[in-house]
């Protein structure tokens, strides 16, 4: 199984999401979970209102779940030293983030990691835009 | 000789000419805990109701702080779904200035005597706030989500009243304005300047009891930039693909 719930209401209030652009990050995503997924990107885009990052996770069963990552505004991410070619087709992710509320296969980005671990731009965490 | 000289560099000097703070600058929104000064809070009317979903925070469904929604408008957030802001029609609507002031995006300021420009990151939206003295105009005027603002000076504050705000939201959790909502903010300059406060005061009977009221922190950024924000309806059918794959 390649993702994995690491819900801890005491790290997400050290982690809390900057506020949404256009809709509720409240109203959309549990702030007091987070989860963590491993995959295969296999597209990402960087538009307003918000850049989006699909990942295909193969699950305990080995089956493909495709995921989708809703990233805050790229206006927003541009700040963190993301930009368009921040992530590739085919490339390797690791992302932790919160939960749909619906049980969607969809998070919040709270932050990324390459291949090699490295972060991908800088993660979320409360007190930064 | 000196004195004239001295005279005129006196009169030169935009502190001097224009006399009150210069709000001009790149400002970031602050998310960590902020002091609020007192008098700038006692400033507010008497029984407002605050709404503190500034910057980090936002409002689930059904929360709507100390806000008392009417019959009408309670009626209306419990039956408001959120998918249905998700579509081709409505991602990229910006929100009106009630519920944009205090998102998670920079704004700059420019500053006039007569003129004040605010420059939204948020949806590339422009705020005009006339400080030259001129009456709101008539109910025929066009609503906008910016409204139409006239501002003035009260000591170090610069205090601005916007009425002419089209339908929008204001908790962006089902509670909406209507186009009868009026607004005044009251801005002030502390940290020598390194921040920007203000509160947020509001009221239309039509859809809350009391007036409502935030408080919201921004810190100043030298050299920096709004980017354009050219918002991409397409998100929506992203967000409407998900688990149909």
Not at chain 2, 53 to 63: C, H, N
Not at chain 2, 99 to 113: C, L, N, R, S
Not at chain 2, 208 to 235: L, M, Q, T
Request: aromatic share 10%.
């Amino acid at each position: 199984m390649h993702y994995k719930l690491v819900a801890s209401v005491a790290l997400v209030g050290a982690l809390a999401p900057a506020a949404s652009a256009h809709h509720s990050f409240a109203v959309f995503f549990d702030e007091t979970r987070t989860v963590e997924i491993e995959g295969v990107v296999t597209a990402y885009r960087f538009t307003n209102p918000h850049g989006t990052i699909a990942v295909d996770v193969t699950n305990a069963a080995g089956e493909i779940e495709h995921w989708r990552v809703e990233t805050t505004a790229p206006v927003v991410l541009r700040r963190r030293g993301w930009d368009r070619n921040s992530l590739r087709a085919g490339q390797q992710v690791r992302i932790t983030g919160w939960p749909a509320r619906d049980g969607k296969p969809y998070l919040r980005l709270q932050g990324a990691f390459d291949e090699n671990g490295r972060p991908v731009g800088q993660a979320f965490a409360e007190g930064e835009d | 000789m000196r004195r004239p000289l001295l005279v005129l560099a006196l009169l030169a000097s935009p502190a001097v000419a224009q006399d009150h703070p210069d709000l001009s600058g790149f400002w970031s929104p602050d998310f960590g805990p902020v002091e609020r000064p007192e008098d700038l809070m006692d400033a507010l009317p008497d029984g407002v109701g605050m709404v503190e979903d500034t910057g980090v925070a936002e409002f689930p469904r059904g929360e709507f702080g100390e806000l008392v929604l009417t019959p009408e408008a309670l009626e209306h957030a419990e039956q408001w779904t959120a998918d249905d802001e998700m579509t081709l029609q409505r991602v990229c609507l910006p929100p009106s200035i009630v519920y944009a002031i205090q998102g998670p995006f920079p704004w700059e300021v420019y500053q006039t005597p007569e003129l004040i420009v605010f420059k939204y990151e948020y949806f590339d939206q422009t705020r005009l706030v006339f400080m030259d003295g001129r009456d709101h105009p008539g109910e025929d005027y066009p609503h906008s989500k910016m409204g139409f603002s006239t501002g003035h000076w009260e000591g170090e504050d610069l205090v601005v009243e916007t009425t002419h705000i089209a339908a929008s939201t204001i908790t962006n959790n089902g509670l909406d304005h209507t186009d009868q909502i009026v607004m005044r903010e009251r801005y002030r300059l502390v940290d020598d300047g390194a921040r920007l406060v203000a509160t947020q005061w509001f009221s239309d009977p039509a859809v809350i009891e009391n007036d409502g009221a935030r408080f919201i922190s921004w810190s100043k950024r030298e050299g920096e930039h709004v980017y354009p924000y050219e918002c991409d309806p397409s998100f929506a059918l992203e967000y409407q693909s998900i688990g149909e794959e």
